[in-house]
C-alpha cells in the first residue's frame, strides 16, 4: 500500500476550510488581547474583500474605511496599477537580492522620491517605518558624533527599541527601559529646545509636522525656527513623514507647508508601499550618507536584509506613478479641505464637540465637556472610569449602524483620527458626515442604545484596571 500523494499547497482552498477560525487563531497563537479587545467593542466583523476606500462583508453589505490601515492605504485597496506593476516584476522573475549586484528598480525609486526632496541627495530602503526611523537616529548619531536624540512630547515615530527612545507615550515604553539618550520637549517650545541644544551633546531633533497622536500641527514657523536652532547647534532636524507623506495632508510631504523648511533627514513609508509590499525610506542629505558609509569597510554598516527588494520597489514606483496621473495631491487637499470644512460647522451644532482640525486628509474630531447638566453627568462618569472612553463610543455606533470604519487617536484622547484613503471623494464626505451627525444627534439626545454601550465599556477599563 503506497502512502497518500501530498496535496500540493493551495491558497485559496487553505482559506475556505479554515478562514472561520481567524478569532480563534489569534487568539491561541498571536496577541490574545487583540480578538479580545474586538470583541469587547464589537469590532469582531469578518470582511471578505476590499477595493479603495470600501470593505464588503459576507452578506455584501459595504463598510466605508476612514482609516486605511493606519494610513498605508493611501490608494486604497488592490489599486489596479500597483497590483499589475507587482504580477509583472513576479513574471519578470529578476535575480532579485543578491547582495552583490546593483538591481535598477531600488536606483529609479530613489530617483524618483527625490524629485520631492530636491534638497536631498540619498535614500535608504528598508521595511517599515520605525525602520526609517532608526535608520535616521543611527545616521544623525554617527553624523554629528553625538548621543541625545530630542523628540516631541505625545510623538510616536515606531515601536522598536531605538524609535521607542523617541516615543512621547509612557505607556508604550514603560517596561522596555534603558532606551537610548533622549530628551522630550513640547511641540512648538522653541525656548525649551535652545535650552538643550546649549548642553551640546543633541545630534537631532525629530519631529512629526502633524502629530499622529491627537492630530496636532506644528505651530506656524515653529519647524523652521527649530531648523536654524538646530543647524546653529550643529545637529540635525529629522521629519517623520511616515504618517504624514506622500501626499497625506494635501502636500506631498507636510513640512512643505511651511517655506523653507529642509530636514536633513526624512522617513517615510506607509502609503508608499501601495497598500501591499511593506516598504520604508531615509532619505537625506550627501554629507550624512557619505559620513556614515565612509569606506568599503564600511559598505554594510547599516543595511536591512529585505531592503530594496524587487516587490517592494515596483509597488514604490507604481504608487508614485498614480500619485501624479490620478492627481492625488491635489484630491487630498480638496476632499480634506470639504470634509474638515463640513466637521467644523457641526461645532457649534453639538456641546459635546469641542473643535475639529488637521490639514488634507488628516483630520482630529475632538471632544470636550458639555455644559448642560445631564450631558456632563454622563461625560463625568465616563472620565471618571477612562479618559477616552466617549471617542470610542462614537466609533463603535459610527462601525455597528453605519458601517464606517474610524479610531480614537489615542489612549487617553477624547480625539477621533480619520486618515481615510487619499482617493475618497464628496461621496464619502457626505456618508460619513451624516453618520457622524446621526451619532451625535443620539448621544445629546441621550441615546439608550449608545450609553448603554458605554456602561459596557466602563466595566472594561474598571476590569482593565
Given at each position: 500500500m503506497t502512502a497518500a500523494e501530498p496535496k500540493p499547497f493551495d491558497?485559496?482552498?487553505?482559506?475556505?476550510?479554515?478562514?472561520?477560525?481567524?478569532?480563534?487563531?489569534?487568539?491561541?497563537?498571536?496577541?490574545?488581547?487583540?480578538?479580545?479587545?474586538l470583541h469587547t467593542i464589537?469590532?469582531?466583523?469578518?470582511?471578505?474583500?476590499?477595493?479603495?476606500?470600501?470593505?464588503?462583508d459576507s452578506e455584501g453589505a459595504d463598510y466605508l474605511d476612514m482609516l486605511a490601515g493606519f494610513g498605508v492605504m493611501g490608494l486604497g485597496r488592490h489599486h489596479p496599477v500597483v497590483r499589475k506593476a507587482l504580477h509583472d516584476v513576479l513574471d519578470a522573475g529578476l535575480a532579485d537580492l543578491t547582495r552583490f549586484d546593483c538591481q535598477p528598480l531600488p536606483g529609479l525609486l530613489a530617483e524618483k522620491l527625490?524629485?520631492?526632496?530636491?534638497?536631498?541627495?540619498?535614500?535608504?530602503?528598508?521595511?517599515?517605518?520605525?525602520?526609517?526611523?532608526?535608520?535616521?537616529?543611527?545616521?544623525?548619531r554617527y553624523a554629528t558624533g553625538k548621543p541625545r536624540v530630542l523628540y516631541c512630547s505625545h510623538a510616536f515615530h515606531g515601536l522598536t527599541t531605538g524609535s521607542l527612545s523617541v516615543n512621547g507615550e509612557d505607556g508604550f515604553r514603560d517596561g522596555f527601559s534603558p532606551l537610548l539618550p533622549d530628551t522630550a520637549v513640547e511641540l512648538g517650545d522653541l525656548e525649551a529646545l535652545e535650552?538643550?541644544?546649549?548642553?551640546?551633546?543633541?545630534?537631532a531633533l525629530i519631529v512629526e509636522p502633524i502629530q499622529g497622536k491627537g492630530v496636532h500641527a506644528a505651530p506656524p514657523g515653529y519647524l523652521r525656527a527649530a531648523q536654524e536652532l538646530l543647524h546653529r547647534?550643529?545637529?540635525?532636524?529629522?521629519?517623520?513623514?511616515?504618517?504624514?507623506?506622500?501626499?497625506?495632508?494635501?502636500?506631498?510631504?507636510?513640512?512643505?507647508?511651511?517655506?523653507?523648511?529642509?530636514?536633513?533627514?526624512?522617513?517615510?513609508?506607509?502609503?508608499?508601499?501601495?497598500?501591499?509590499?511593506?516598504?520604508?525610506?531615509?532619505?537625506?542629505?550627501?554629507?550624512?550618507?557619505?559620513?556614515?558609509?565612509?569606506?568599503?569597510?564600511?559598505?554594510?554598516?547599516?543595511?536591512?536584509?529585505?531592503?530594496?527588494?524587487?516587490?517592494?520597489?515596483?509597488?514604490?514606483l507604481a504608487t508614485l506613478s498614480v500619485?501624479?496621473?490620478?492627481?492625488?495631491?491635489?484630491?487630498?487637499?480638496?476632499?480634506?479641505?470639504?470634509?474638515?470644512?463640513?466637521?467644523?460647522?457641526?461645532?457649534?451644532?453639538?456641546?459635546?464637540?469641542?473643535?475639529?482640525?488637521?490639514?488634507?486628509?488628516?483630520?482630529?474630531?475632538?471632544?470636550?465637556?458639555?455644559?448642560?447638566?445631564?450631558?456632563?453627568?454622563?461625560?463625568?462618569?465616563?472620565q471618571a472610569a477612562r479618559k477616552g472612553l466617549f471617542a470610542q463610543m462614537v466609533v463603535v455606533p459610527l462601525?455597528?449602524?453605519?458601517?464606517?470604519?474610524?479610531?480614537?487617536?489615542?489612549?487617553?484622547?477624547?480625539?477621533?483620527k480619520l486618515i481615510p484613503?487619499?482617493?475618497?471623494?464628496?461621496?464619502?464626505?457626505?456618508?460619513?458626515?451624516?453618520?457622524?451627525?446621526?451619532?451625535?444627534?443620539?448621544?445629546?439626545?441621550?441615546?439608550s442604545l449608545m450609553w448603554e454601550f458605554s456602561r459596557t465599556l466602563v466595566k472594561q477599563a474598571v476590569a482593565n484596571r
Open positions: 491558497l485559496a482552498t487553505l482559506l475556505a476550510e479554515r478562514s472561520a477560525e481567524r478569532y480563534d487563531l489569534h487568539a491561541k497563537y498571536l496577541n490574545h488581547q487583540l480578538p479580545r479587545m464589537g469590532f469582531d466583523k469578518v470582511y471578505e474583500r476590499a477595493e479603495g476606500a470600501y470593505f464588503w527625490l524629485t520631492y526632496t530636491p534638497h536631498l541627495d540619498r535614500v535608504f530602503f528598508g521595511n517599515s517605518g520605525t525602520e526609517a526611523v532608526e535608520t535616521a537616529l543611527k545616521f544623525a535650552r538643550e541644544l546649549k548642553r551640546g551633546d543633541v545630534a547647534h550643529k545637529a540635525l532636524l529629522i521629519a517623520d513623514e511616515v504618517q504624514t507623506g506622500i501626499g497625506r495632508t494635501g502636500d506631498f510631504f507636510a513640512y512643505g507647508h511651511e517655506e523653507g523648511v529642509e530636514p536633513d533627514l526624512v522617513c517615510v513609508a506607509k502609503a508608499l508601499s501601495g497598500g501591499y509590499v511593506p516598504v520604508g525610506a531615509t532619505i537625506g542629505k550627501d554629507w550624512i550618507f557619505k559620513k556614515v558609509y565612509s569606506s568599503m569597510d564600511r559598505v554594510l554598516v547599516h543595511s536591512a536584509s529585505f531592503g530594496a527588494n524587487a516587490q517592494a520597489m515596483a509597488a514604490g500619485m501624479e496621473d490620478e492627481q492625488i495631491v491635489a484630491n487630498a487637499r480638496r476632499t480634506g479641505d470639504l470634509l474638515r470644512t463640513r466637521l467644523a460647522a457641526l461645532v457649534d451644532r453639538y456641546e459635546l464637540l469641542h473643535e475639529v482640525r488637521g490639514r488634507g486628509l488628516m483630520i482630529g474630531i475632538e471632544f470636550g465637556r458639555p455644559k448642560s447638566l445631564g450631558l456632563r453627568g454622563r461625560w463625568t462618569m465616563l462601525l455597528q449602524r453605519h458601517r464606517i470604519l474610524t479610531q480614537v487617536s489615542g489612549d487617553h484622547m477624547e480625539v477621533i484613503p487619499l482617493v475618497i471623494g464628496e461621496r464619502e464626505v457626505d456618508r460619513f458626515v451624516e453618520a457622524f451627525t446621526a451619532v451625535m444627534d443620539d448621544a445629546h439626545a441621550g441615546g
